[in-house]
Nanobody
Framework: VQLQASGGGLVQAGDSLRLSCAAS????????MAWFRQAPGKEREFVAG????????LYADSVKGRFTISRDNAKNSVYLQMNSLKPEDTAVYYC??????????????????WGQGTQVTVSS
């Protein structure tokens, strides 16, 4: 599967953005999907993940209550709705996928398919 992330941009603190990640295969529903982010000089970190059916989600503490991950298996897509953005949310956001098991891992090593990343910049 190939992943194509989009929706990033430059916004002000408190604004919202919606990221999208489109998959190339109809077997999209077999994949657990996740969003990670990487800020300059920092390690890539887990943001949110969703199981195959969308029935279970997991969030990083830093985004809980502000971000929402969802998926539409009919459209082979996963989304990240980001509200109340903060300058510390500035990073390149990546979508990732794994089909080995149906639960969300916070470890980037568990994901074997990655999109190209989309830049999110939040100004204060």
């Amino acid at each position: 599967v190939q992943l194509q992330a989009s929706g990033g941009g430059l916004v002000q603190a408190g604004d919202s953005l919606r990221l999208s990640c489109a998959a190339s295969e109809r077997t999209f529903s077999r994949y657990v999907m996740a969003w990670f982010r990487q800020a300059p000089g920092k390690e890539r970190e887990f943001v949110a993940g969703v199981t195959r059916s969308g029935g279970s989600t997991l969030y990083a503490d830093s985004v809980k209550g502000r971000f929402t991950i969802s998926r539409d298996n009919a459209k082979n897509s996963v989304y990240l709705q980001m509200n109340s953005l903060k300058p510390e949310d500035t990073a390149v956001y990546y979508c990732a996928a794994q089909a080995q098991y149906d639960s969300v891992s916070r470890s980037s090593r568990e994901y074997d398919v990655w999109g190209q990343g989309t830049q999110v910049t939040v100004s204060s």
